[in-house]
């Protein structure tokens, strides 16, 4: 006889409710902060610390580890403090009028989003300016809060006409009622962290903390946590971390690395912030982004701490240096961001192996996938000179109907691509114009194996799991193009020949 729960069918019939009352309880105290928030903006500060637990463990670290989750903040990232405090500062002093004033900002994308967020709460236009490098998350995210965007080459310098920095306060002098507040110069940002962050900290460990580890960019955290900290405990240690590639570390020191670009958003500079006071911060630490990426990633998946890249730096950076300390002796380590603005980045397993961060996904299989890639497999590279304008390139997409053109330099190299999508995004989406140089057509970030280094078929096919084409080159010189249909044909066709043998 059926009992009505065969085949997973529930019974026709209403059962009693639970006894709430009876069952076992976990109950918290209340959090007597104020109930109702009356904007998003109060919601700013108070972010957790929390204690680590497996990392430090299986590094061998003695001490306790403690992160400060400021990934927890409204807008994801540890800028909502100093976004929030320059702005109640301008409009204090006048400079910011409600309605009225046009904020600019230039960024490397976490105070830009700081910054819309309070512009959307308190009514201003927001202009933010980023290099191409930061996320589209990050530019996603800035839309969606009403800001306008404005994107700079990443390798331009500081100091160059095309630089993020230059180009806010080229606008700022163009655009009627604008203000750029400046993060870089504006003591706001130390301030925020000096009155906010570092308190924090202090209220959660009883006054008793012997080092605190942070990611310096504009460097306004370390600073403005390490000098409060300092007054009530002389004797902690600040550890800054800094990528190669950055001279924050060793301004007296220009060449301290050959490195010119680093993945990791966010921290280091080629400048010296005024908001840095280096005479705050004990020891420096340099970080890479293999090492930084790799921690990003051991944070989210050992600790459960939803954070980014640059949270793996600040990370890596602290375990090198609380190798130092003794059982007992606490260390905080800060998060600045969240995972939220990498998903198409270090999230990425495709990503980071493109990049040899991590081990390529293996796939024994499949018979062709540790099969060595050759110019076979390709499409012939296109080749258009740098020096050529956007129209030739445009009618040499048309006239050899292929879907990349390789951009090459006077000697042969590729410099980059240019594709009819990414063009046509350009003239539709940011009012480009064909008149304007290649270069502003010019894809530089784009996915490519080289022969040199012996890619398989395999590592092909992941890239395309996350790029329409990757691009082949031997050393610097493209080869060709492979797009999904390529290396589908190429082994179905390699397929039917194995098997006619």
């Known amino acids: 006889m059926s009992n009505g729960t065969e085949n997973g069918i529930i019974p026709n019939k209403i059962e009693e409710y639970f006894n709430l009352k009876d069952m076992p309880h976990i109950v918290k105290a209340l959090d007597r902060h104020q109930k109702i928030q009356p904007n998003i ?47 109640l500062d301008a409009e204090n002093k006048g400079k910011l009028v409600p309605g009225k004033s046009v904020i600019i900002e230039p960024t490397s994308g976490n105070t830009g989003i700081g910054l819309a967020l309070a512009a959307a709460v308190r009514g201003y236009r927001c202009i933010i300016v980023l290099p191409e490098k930061m996320s589209d998350e990050k530019v996603n995210t800035l839309l969606a809060l009403g800001a306008e965007i404005v994107r700079t080459p990443t390798e331009a310098a500081s100091s160059d006409p095309d630089s993020n920095i230059m180009v806010a306060h080229r606008l700022s002098k163009e655009i009627p009622n604008a203000v750029v507040l400046d993060q870089y110069n504006n003591p706001c940002n130390p301030l925020a962290h000096y009155d906010g ?23 306004g955290t370390v600073s403005g946590v390490a000098h409060k900290i300092k007054e009530r405990c002389p004797n902690c240690i600040v550890v800054g971390v800094d990528p190669q590639g950055s001279i924050l570390a060793h301004p007296n020191d220009l060449n301290q690395s050959d490195v010119q670009f680093y993945e990791v958003e966010g921290i280091g500079y080629d400048f010296l912030p005024r908001t840095l006071d280096r005479t ?3 020891q420096w630490v340099k970080c890479d982004d293999k090492g930084s990426l790799r921690m990003a990633r051991r944070l989210i998946k050992d600790e459960g701490l939803l954070c980014g890249g640059s949270s793996g730096s600040a990370m890596w950076g602290a375990i090198q240096a609380a190798r130092a300390l003794k059982p007992g002796q606490k260390c905080v380590v800060l998060l600045p961001d969240s995972i939220r603005n990498y998903m198409t980045k270090f999230i990425s397993d495709q990503w980071m192996e493109a990049r040899d961060f991590k081990v390529a996904h293996p796939n024994d299989k499949l018979w062709w996938w540790n099969k ?12 258009i000179s740098q020096q050529s304008t956007v ?17 090459v330099n006077d000697k042969g190299s590729i410099v980059g691509v240019f594709t009819a999508d990414h063009a046509r995004r350009r003239l539709a989406n940011l009012a480009g114009s064909t008149a304007e140089e290649l270069s502003k057509f010019t894809i530089k970030k784009y996915y490519k194996v080289d022969l040199q280094t012996k890619p ?14 990757v691009v082949v080159v031997d050393s610097e010189s493209p080869v060709g193009v492979i797009m999904a249909a390529d290396l589908l044909l190429h082994t179905a066709t390699e397929k039917i020949q194995l098997n006619g043998k």
Request: charged letters at 25%; glycine letters at 6%.
């Open 197 to 219: 962050t570092a308190e924090e900290i202090l209220w959660s460990l009883d006054d008793d903390v012997d080092m605190v580890v942070m990611g310096a960019g504009t460097s």
């Open 41 to 87: 903006l109060h919601a700013i500060g108070n972010t957790p610390l929390v204690k680590l637990s497996k990392i430090p463990k299986e590094e061998g670290i003695q001490c306790e580890m403690y992160a400060k989750c400021e990934f927890l903040n409204p807008g994801g990232s540890v800028k909502d403090r100093i976004a929030y405090r320059m702005v």
């Open 391 to 407: 129209m030739e390139a445009l009618e040499k997409l048309q006239k050899t109907q292929a879907p990349v053109l390789t951009i």
């Open 372 to 383: 060595e890639v050759t110019e076979s497999l390709t499409q012939p590279a296109e080749r």
């Open 280 to 282: 705050v911060v004990d």
């Open 456 to 469: 398989t078929y395999g590592q092909v096919s992941r890239l395309l799991d996350i790029a329409p084409f």
